[in-house]
């Protein structure tokens, strides 16, 4: 079973940049979709971007397009999530999780394990 430690987050201003990296253990981290989700003060946990097992197919949830990017190295087992012009709206605990399909990451659905998440804190 794939194990996940999430880190990177942090307090950044409005319009700043943080760079989340997710270290994978387990043999076959490189057989797994990997997603980033993030879960709000009183909300829901929602995907914010996957990757397929090979890097070659990506999906991000529409509130992030154009300003987030999910990359992975399967060398070095670690997922990132750059994060470009942080809105107080992003502020939220990060989660990395791993998946067998890219498609369930698409739907928001993950079955775990999770890591203990990243805090990104977004001031305006």
């Known amino acids: 079973q794939v194990q996940l430690v999430e880190s990177g987050g942090g307090l950044v201003q409005a319009g700043g940049s943080l760079r989340l990296s997710c270290a994978a253990s387990?043999?076959?981290?490189?057989?797994?979709?990997m997603g980033w989700f993030r879960q709000g003060p009183g909300k829901e946990r929602r995907i914010v971007a996957a990757?397929?097992?090979?890097?070659?197919?990506?999906y991000y949830a529409d509130f992030v397009k154009g300003r987030f990017t999910i990359s992975r190295d399967n060398a070095n087992i670690t997922v990132y999530l750059q994060m470009n012009d942080l809105k107080p709206e992003d502020t939220a605990v990060y989660y990395c999780?791993?998946?067998?399909?890219?498609?369930?990451?698409?739907?928001?659905?993950?079955?775990?394990?999770w890591g203990q998440g990243t805090q990104v804190t977004v001031s305006s």
């Open positions: 999780a791993a998946e067998t399909s890219l498609f369930s990451l698409r739907m928001g659905r993950s079955k775990g394990p």
């Open positions: 387990g043999r076959t981290f490189r057989s797994y979709a």
């Open positions: 990757v397929s097992w090979s890097g070659a197919d990506t």
